[in-house]
């Protein structure tokens, strides 16, 4: 009976042991995640100031005020602006889209600029400056 006792003392003395280490393995692991939220926390935060200031960044008045003072460009003049039907009437798709087309002109540094917006293309081209006689249409 002595012997049972001892054995059983034993199991108990290694379940107690093994009840307190994963005890701990717990209580670390749960401050390990707690460290974790805090950190997901400050990167939402920060993802929020960098939408705002992406945002900031990418505002039409900056982006057009920008574009006017640093590369020299202006919104087309109205009467040298064009709009072309992209789809023909009775092809079923309709006549809800429409690209926006200039007329090219002269910029300031002598060069072409040709501005294609609407549709969604919003491209822009800017030829060099011409050494000989202006195209008809170019003017």
Known sequence: MA???F???AVLVLC???LVTSQH?????YAQFEQEQERARALDVEYGQLQLEQSTWAMHGR???LAGRALQM???DPRHTQV???NAPGNGLGNS???VVTMPQRTPAGGIAQINAGSGSGRLAAAAPQRGPVPRGAR
Not at 25 to 29: E, G, M, P, Q
Request: no cysteine.
């Open 16 to 18: 107690a042991l093994g």
């Open 3 to 5: 012997r049972f006792n």
């Open 74 to 76: 202006s919104a087309p």
């Open 63 to 65: 982006v057009e005020k």
């Open 7 to 9: 054995i059983l003392l």
């Open 25 to 29: 393995k717990a209580r670390k692991l």
């Open 97 to 99: 889209a429409a690209e």
């Open 84 to 86: 072309v039907e992209l």
